[in-house]
């Protein structure tokens, strides 16, 4: 492996490296900075905790301190914390430089942020709807000489998920200069490579990390198969262990929705663990006060949504424990990847039911290795199983008492309307869609019982006559 020196980066950047603890370059920096140094465009495709942030934070401050402006670099990423952890790296290892830095994110203040970006700093981290929003409303701020535009978790940024980014990117893509050097970052790039192509446009330097295995070797990934209605006390009875067995430790815990994150929340604290949660209702505010408190071993278990899936870098998780088995390979990538990072060692538990062994299959098939069953002692999770549940049953009780499918009909309605749509309208169409779809399958069945019923037809037929008649009319 060669060191920082040989890829072409100044002292002062190494200087700031080694008082990071970081003195030897991990390959997708080793791969991914020289071509950056010399003007190319790159997609780095690299498992997770490999120091993909380095790799395109040190080529910046490098080309930033040989021509020093405002707005030299934009990066956009997917989440609002991953974006002021990125500042942060820009910021610790720029720190010689004076960099100035700004972070654009939903959730806070767009009066504070408008005057930031006036100020034109050198380095902008960015949710895209948000800076949308300020392109679209401001025009005190440029972003037409940018020099870097940088995605990170590139193909969720692509990808039309639950949020969708697609048509904020236009907006900003449509602002950035068509002459600039473009950089595109993820563990999971290959899905949208075709999309990513066209955003990097000049031939750009293509680097993925070897391995068929697209987790990390340190990585411990297990499986429990479960009924539903046992999982939460594998859940207690896991926490328990880990809390009996180790001195210095941190679990993730990811689940489907925000309410049940609320809800699993409310329970763990019930059975005294240090719980706290991060989700898309909460507010902004609060959002990266839970998480700083996790971060700070405060708080030893974070339940949250996939929000926290993507880029987060906190070492002391030892343990992901996923609550469902997530839908995508992709999304389990993620997960498990915030433990096991830069080198160190961890567990990822998924609780897997019935109906979900075809995900898991799917995520086998794509990560190219297979789960191991956790050696889980079944007679101790029976133990406390009735009063898991009827602690849950209470929580669920409490929480329907807050309102909170009111308050997330509110926050919905909140949100359409920031959008600039009307909710009412958008109601209507929901269930005009709702009903076209149901029209649209009961008519898919009518021609799925008549075709089977001419199949049984078809076969009487071929019976009675033979071989020959293979010839009969399909009607509807
Ligand atoms: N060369 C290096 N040597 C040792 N540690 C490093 C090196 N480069 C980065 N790190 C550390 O590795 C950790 C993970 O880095 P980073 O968050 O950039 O990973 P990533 O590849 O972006 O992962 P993800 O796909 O999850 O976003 C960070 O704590 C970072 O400080
Ligand atoms: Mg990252």
């Known amino acids: 492996m060669s060191d920082f020196s040989s890829l072409g980066l100044s002292d002062w950047l190494i200087d700031q490296c080694k008082q990071m603890g970081i003195s030897k370059p991990t390959a997708v920096q080793e ?38 402006f405002g707005i030299f670099c934009l990066v956009l990423t997917p989440t609002r914390e ?24 939903g959730g806070m203040d767009m009066v504070t942020q408008a005057l930031e970006l006036a100020k034109q700093p050198h380095v902008v981290v960015a949710t895209p709807g948000r800076l949308a929003d300020h392109i679209r409303s401001s025009n005190t701020f440029s972003i037409k000489k940018i020099h870097f535009l940088i995605l990170d978790e590139a193909d969720r940024l692509l990808e039309q998920g639950c949020t969708d980014f697609t048509k904020d990117l236009e907006v900003i893509l449509s602002a950035v200069p068509a002459k600039r050097q473009t950089l595109l970052f993820s563990a999971t790039l290959t899905d949208t490579l075709q999309e990513l192509k066209s955003i990097a446009m000049n031939k750009p330097f293509f680097w993925e990390s070897k391995s068929e295995v697209r987790t990390v ?22 926490i328990q262990k880990f809390q009996d067995e180790h001195e210095d430790w941190s679990i993730i815990i990811f689940t489907n929705t925000c309410k049940n ?27 990266f006060a839970n998480l700083a408190k996790f971060k700070s071993s405060v708080f030893k278990i974070l339940i949250a949504t996939d929000v926290a899936a993507r880029g987060l870098d906190i070492p002391t998780v030892q343990v992901v424990i996923n609550h469902n088995t997530p839908g995508l390979p992709k999304i389990y990538i993620h997960r498990v990847g915030r433990t096991a990072r830069a080198g160190r060692h961890g567990v990822s538990i998924t609780l897997v039911t ?55 009909e509110i926050n919905k309605r909140k949100q359409m309307i920031l959008e600039g749509k009307d909710p009412d309208l958008e109601q209507k169409r929901k269930e005009e869609l709702e009903k076209i779809r149901n029209q649209k399958k009961k008519f898919k069945n009518k021609i799925h019982e008549a075709i089977q019923r001419n199949k049984v037809a078809f076969l009487v037929l071929l019976n009675s006559r033979g071989p020959r008649a293979l010839h009969i009319d399909v009607k509807l």
Do not use: W
């Not at 905790?49 to 301190?65: E, H, I, N």
């Not at 411990?220 to 009875?237: C, F, G, M, N, S």
């Open 354 to 408: 019935q109906y979900d062994i075809h995900l898991v299959h799917s995520i086998e098939e794509q990560i190219q290795t297979k789960l191991k069953e956790y050696p889980a002692e079944e007679s101790e999770v029976l133990k406390i199983l009735t009063q898991v549940n009827v602690t849950r049953r209470e929580c669920e009780i409490k929480l329907e008492s807050t309102d909170f499918d009111e308050k997330k």
């Open 82 to 105: 991953l974006a002021y952890q990125i500042a942060e790296q820009f910021r610790v290892l720029g720190k010689p430089l004076g960099l100035r830095d700004c972070i654009i994110v």
């Open 31 to 68: 791969n991914c900075v020289p071509p950056i140094l010399q003007g190319r465009d790159c997609m780095g495709c690299a498992k997770t905790g490999s120091g993909k942030t380095a790799a395109f934070v040190l080529p910046v401050l490098q080309k930033l301190s040989e021509d020093p």
């Open 261 to 287: 994150c609320q809800i699993l929340t409310m329970m763990l604290r019930e059975f005294n663990f240090p719980t706290i949660s991060l989700h898309s209702m909460m507010k902004q505010k609060q959002r």
């Open 217 to 238: 070797e340190e990585l411990d990934q297990r499986y429990i198969l479960t009924p539903e209605k046992v999982k939460d006390a594998y859940l207690v009875h896991l």
